[in-house]
């Protein structure tokens, strides 16, 4: 049994097998749908419901609550339709999404970025072409078959040199995957990904001035983008903000000196939120999204990309639209870890 998914204003359509949530059948059939987590964690994948029923599996209140599902509002990663339905989803995308690929990566690299931010690369199939958009994120596939996602932080036409990825992975004490990472992986281990996921790239065919907001590893994605622009010429305005706890969070601050004298029309405000006297930090201070409206209180005919910590990225989306943000130029990765979606 098949059921009709109509996406509006786009009027694509798709069809969802039995059991089958919206956004697996979507990313099956190459229909861009906007989502973050795929397990009811961050709400990115949140849209109207016009006509149709479609029940939940397990989500986090935070991600939709009960006031929002009755008001009409369903997360496509856990929902699951019941017959026809039609959903509102304004980010849902023109071009069809690249293949979603399992293969064998090998750790070429593992380079010390900080304290507790480990930079991979790993080294992809050479026999075999992996496609990806900038911002976009794969998903390692650990022994349990538990899995874990990191953006990847080098723009795609880097692999036309050499099929790598790069990875920035920040240590979370007692977690699976990144204990092993900053204590016994070593170079040439083999690991096994997924790929590429997520909604989150940037929209080449806008011209309007941008606001790129990362928190943390954050940046990655980010990052991504902006050797995008670079690669591709991108002339738009842009303005990066990038926020850390104390200045070292800020791991990669001469390269984002590379691109601003390679980018005339990129701007970049470093902001630390808890800064020691012994850092000598004189630069800005408080919360990162709260430094984007310090400098731009109406942001209405901005674009916003917003990547990292869950708390930053849900407040930036309701502070900045409340600042005059249209809530569909609010493009966002929420870094859910493995205990946020538990």
Known sequence: ????????????????????????????????????CKDGACGSCKCRLIEGTVVHGPHQSKALSADEEAAGFILTCCGVPQGDVVIESRQVTEVGAFPIKKMPARVSSLERASHDVIVMKLQLPASDTFQYRAGQYVEFILRDGDRRSYSMANAPHTQAEAPVLELHLRHMPGGKFTDHVFTNMKEKEILRIEGPFGSF??????????VLLASGTGFAPIKAIIEHMRFKGIQRPATLYWGGRRPADLYQQAWIEAQLAALPNLRYVPVVSDALPEDGWTGRTGFVHR????????????????????????????????????????????????????
Do not use: H, W
């Open 1 to 36: 049994m098949t059921f009709t998914v109509t996406v509006q204003p786009s009027g694509r359509q798709f069809n969802a097998m039995d059991q089958e949530t919206l956004l697996a059948a979507g990313i099956r059939q190459g229909i861009g749908l906007p989502y973050g």
């Open 201 to 210: 790239f940037l929209r080449e065919e806008s011209e309007r001035p941008m």
């Open 291 to 342: 430094a984007v409206l310090e400098d731009q209180p109406d942001l209405s005919g901005f674009e916003v990309y917003a990547c990292g910590a869950p708390i930053v990225v849900e407040s930036a989306r309701r502070d900045y639209v409340a600042a005059g943000l249209a809530e569909e130029l609010f493009y966002a990765d929420s870094f859910t870890s493995a205990a946020d979606k538990a």
